[in-house]
């Protein structure tokens, strides 16, 4: 597997893993547009084929996970936690101190997966995620400190 930093030429491969992961997912103009905002940054797992992407900001001392993707068939390999180890380690490089995000209360691996990396639980956002139908899921916001060293 390669880990490397998402450049403009991979936004077929972001929105692929994307849409794989997520209905819906979003299309590289989606992807593109949080792209190019300031502090954004992405990172793409590879093995032959897009497995995983995160994309990230990072601006003012704070850091956000926008998306974290994983394609279904390469779930429980470890794409997931190197993506937010790496993006946690790109966002101290920028500057941020603490990095948040916001994951759906009944996503409970997504849940494990961020606690084990440090996250911490800071908040919630009543019917955050629109799953369709008129069923609203409320979003956890979580945070880690990345000036403690803990990475």
């Known amino acids: ?10 936004l077929d491969a972001l929105s692929q893993v994307h849409r794989r992961a997520f209905t819906p997912g979003w299309g590289p103009e989606e992807i593109a547009d949080l792209a190019s905002g300031p502090g954004a940054f ?7 084929a897009p497995l995983g992407m995160i994309l990230c900001r990072a601006l003012a001392g704070e850091a956000e996970v926008l998306t974290l993707a994983v ?8 794409v997931a936690r190197a993506l937010v180890a790496a993006a946690a ?10 990095m948040f995000l916001e994951v759906a209360v009944d ?7 961020y606690e084990a990396h440090g996250f911490v ?4 956002r009543p019917s955050y995620y629109d799953r369709g139908g008129g069923i609203y ?7 880690l400190d990345l000036g403690d060293g803990s990475l």
Do not use: F, H, K, Y
Not at 71 to 78: C, I, L, M, Q, V
Not at 89 to 98: I, K, L, P
Not at 107 to 113: G, R, W
Not at 121 to 124: F, P
């Open 89 to 98: 380690m790109t966002a101290r490089s920028a500057g941020a101190q603490a």
């Open 137 to 143: 899921v409320d979003a956890v916001v979580m945070r």
């Open 107 to 113: 996503n409970d691996p997504a849940l494990a997966l």
């Open 1 to 10: 597997m390669n880990l490397r930093p998402a450049a403009e030429a991979d």
């Open 42 to 48: 992405g990172l793409l797992v590879e093995d032959g």
């Open 71 to 78: 394609d279904p068939d390469a779930r429980r390999r470890g």
């Open 121 to 124: 639980r800071a908040g919630r």
